[in-house]
């Protein structure tokens, strides 16, 4: 797309309210565009749709009107989680008029360089993280995209010297064609949202876009554990500076854990003083922390902290600046959150677990006396690799949700007898209360409570924030 500033007097459409949509109106309206601002949700359910239309932003809300989508339309930037199959986006392919994300628009408005962090599991957790080790670095950062401020604001206010520190999401990249980061992190991929790409050849081509258009200038920083990051480095493709980082290999150069963790998930940590360590293209080491020191428990977010390190050492911090948010990090909400302890039962929200591999990693952060709450919407997995960890890890399931009886059938094969099937309650809450309640019963002095579902929330809620805060109220109410 051209710069923002040149669709004066042109027609841009924006699909999907809510702050991107609003921040992208917003802008296009500020910059002299023609802005028609699309929502399926009824107008009661829009609260923004009032804030633009006192600017005079055409706001239509209730469904797509057929005439949406015109020949002298310049612009349409959608919602990421609108589908490409949505009817104003195949008109407007259809046509040949350009369709984006608000990614693409604020690359090309910001002063500021981007890190730009994406992967199937882990996002929120590494781009937290590397504001708060940025921010002690003296890095002048904004958090920015999926959390946070809006890409398009954050751009606005931008300086040159700053860093926008953003989560993406495949949605995200897929809409863009010139968008740059300086620092690109991928942290890994798994199979997840194949109802929105249709295969894993366009989540993954997704996803690498992140690196489409950087330079010699710019870092990538890849995970070498994972194969599709293997891929990637091996391809030729990528031009940038590449960083890889590995919790699993001593690496010659990059970032790792020294002993490794066994590369294998089925196999046991075992117990070792692990040490992070730097080592550069010259043969040098630098002790960075060791793993135990970490805020955060478990390999995954070894890997998380060895990915922000790479970040923030490419954007200029000292790695002795780096050691105190390290050490100070408590997580994210519903991300392996601790919640309470009920009888010396302690409770963790891992609600963001919307696939196998996410509670898998879960699962491997605790000793072997997990009481699970799983299931939720779905998506035809048989969520089958989860069998070796219910044997190894968990001694009771509890499964809710439209996946109840899968997982029900994998804690069977699992070996596992304390197996309860949480049916419908007149509302989610009350579904999830109980599951709950079930959880606690099964439950002993000494053991965990793990709310981590594999499964997006959309059969019963919202949104995983939405069934993570009533599992947190469900459980402080024991």
Wanted: glycine share 8%; proline share 6%.
């Amino acid at each position: 797309m051209k710069h923002p500033s040149l669709y004066k007097d042109q027609k841009v459409i924006v699909l999907g309210l809510a702050k991107s949509g609003v921040s992208v109106a917003k802008l296009f309206h500020k910059l002299g565009a023609i802005v028609a601002v699309n929502d399926m949700k009824e107008r009661q359910l829009c609260p923004e749709a009032d804030e633009l239309d006192a600017l005079g932003v055409s706001v239509l809300c209730g469904g797509h009107p057929e005439n949406l989508v015109t020949p002298d339309t310049a612009l349409v930037v959608k919602n990421p989680g609108i589908p490409y199959t949505s009817p104003p986006v195949r008109q407007a392919i259809e046509q040949g008029i350009e369709v984006v994300t608000e990614v693409e628009v604020a690359y090309l408005l910001s002063p500021a360089p981007i890190i730009g962090i994406t992967g199937s599991n882990g996002k929120t957790t590494t781009t937290t993280w590397i504001g708060e080790m940025m921010e002690a670095a003296g890095l002048k950062p904004t958090v920015a995209g999926n959390i946070g401020t809006p890409l398009c604001e954050a751009a606005q206010v931008a300086e040159p010297d700053d860093w926008i520190v953003a989560e993406l999401s495949s949605f995200q990249l897929k809409g863009t064609a010139q968008f740059r980061p300086r620092i690109a992190l991928l942290l890994n991929v798994a199979e997840t949202h194949l109802d929105y790409h249709g295969d894993m050849e366009d989540y993954i081509a997704s996803k690498a876009k992140l690196f489409a258009n950087q330079t010699k200038d710019d870092t990538a920083v890849l995970n070498a554990d994972d194969p599709v990051c293997r891929d990637l480095m091996r391809s030729g493709r990528l031009q940038a500076r590449i960083i890889p980082f590995s919790v699993t290999e001593e690496l010659a150069y990059g970032l790792c854990v020294t002993p490794p963790f066994p590369r294998e998930l089925t196999e046991p940590d075992g117990e070792a003083d692990r040490r992070i360590v730097w080592r550069d293209q010259e043969g040098g080491d630098r002790d960075i922390i060791a793993v135990a020191e970490l805020g955060l428990p478990g390999r995954h977010n070894a890997s998380n902290a060895l990915a922000g390190i790479a970040a923030c050492l490419a954007a200029g911090a000292s790695a002795g600046s780096l050691v105190e948010p390290l050490r100070g990090f408590r997580g994210v909400e519903h991300r392996l959150e601790y919640v309470c302890d009920r009888n010396g039962v302690a409770y963790y929200n891992n609600s963001k677990a919307t696939n196998a591999t996410a509670t898998i990693i879960a699962l491997r952060s605790f000793p072997p006396r997990i009481v699970l709450i799983a299931g939720g919407l779905d998506r035809g997995s048989d969520y089958m690799e989860l069998l070796p960890h219910f044997r190894d890890q968990v001694k009771a399931v509890v499964a809710l949700g439209e996946t109840r009886g899968k997982f029900a059938r994998v804690a069977e094969l699992a070996g596992l007898t304390a197996v309860k099937l949480v049916e419908p309650e007149e509302d989610a809450e009350s579904t999830l209360r109980l599951a709950v309640r079930e959880a606690a019963a099964l439950a002993e002095p000494g053991d965990i409570v793990l709310l981590s579902p594999a499964c997006a929330s959309w059969d019963m809620f919202a949104s995983y924030e939405v069934r993570g805060s009533m599992f947190k109220q469900s459980a402080h109410n024991l």
